[in-house]
């Protein structure tokens, strides 16, 4: 760990800089807001931070990446010193694991493995990670998709991991419509269940024209916002 007086005489501060200002804050004699800081109660800011990371890309400001960014890998170091505060681990086991996991599912690189295209890194990726995470079902594979994502992303992904590895689901762009059509159509007087079945498979058909839909709606609600402004 850096001292205080290392890290204020730095004219360029580094990795092991940031992880030293963690220990700093979280420390003896450093900042009471983070040493009451739990997992929990700063899982919201992690959120926050990765959506205005989201942001600056959809800016394709470089400027703001490299700002939010740093927020978001605060966000990782904060947790990370949490957990070395229990001896569990830090953030070098995390560098480590993520390090060791990049080398084993990209054989085509650091082993012999020979790939025509991405499709097949995708393939390999999906079975190296079956393998590693001892799947015993198709249901345990799509729970792993994390349930707090948001909706749309979450349904886009669900679809198209179980219509690419166990070819169920909608087949055809078109039946994905038929669906949205048939669910729109009783939603029209349930207005409950039969409009989130309409959004699923929107989803679908968004996947198959390789949209983004949470993308394209959040644009739509930008509009519609836009709109009042000459009102």
Not at 187 to 206: H, N
């Amino acid at each position: 760990m850096k001292t205080k007086e290392e890290l204020l005489k730095e004219k360029k501060h580094d990795f092991d800089s940031l992880v030293s200002v963690m220990e700093a804050l979280r420390g003896e004699g450093g900042c009471p807001w983070d040493m009451e800081q739990t997992h929990t109660s700063v899982r919201k800011c992690l959120i926050e931070e990765t959506y205005e990371v989201i942001e600056a890309i959809d800016k394709d400001d470089s400027r703001l990446l490299r700002e939010e960014l740093g927020d978001l890998m605060f966000q990782v170091v904060f947790h990370a010193q949490i957990e070395k505060e229990e001896e569990r681990f830090d953030i070098s086991d995390v560098i480590h694991d993520i390090t060791h996991k990049m080398i084993v599912r990209h054989p085509h690189v650091f082993a012999d493995t020979v790939v025509a295209d991405s499709d097949e890194v995708i393939v390999n990726w999906d079975n190296i990670k079956k393998e590693e995470k001892h799947f015993a079902s198709p249901a345990e594979v799509l729970k792993r998709v994390p349930p707090y994502m948001p909706a749309l992303l979450r349904a886009e992904k669900v679809q198209g991991k179980a219509l690419s590895k166990f070819s169920y689901g909608y087949k055809t762009e078109d039946e994905a419509w038929d669906a949205v059509e048939a669910s729109l159509k009783a939603g029209a007087q349930s207005r409950g269940e039969d409009i989130g079945k309409a959004l699923f498979a929107l989803c679908a058909a968004a996947e198959m024209r390789g949209l983004d839909l949470e993308a394209i709606l959040s644009g739509c609600t930008d509009s519609f916002i836009s709109s009042f402004e000459d009102k």
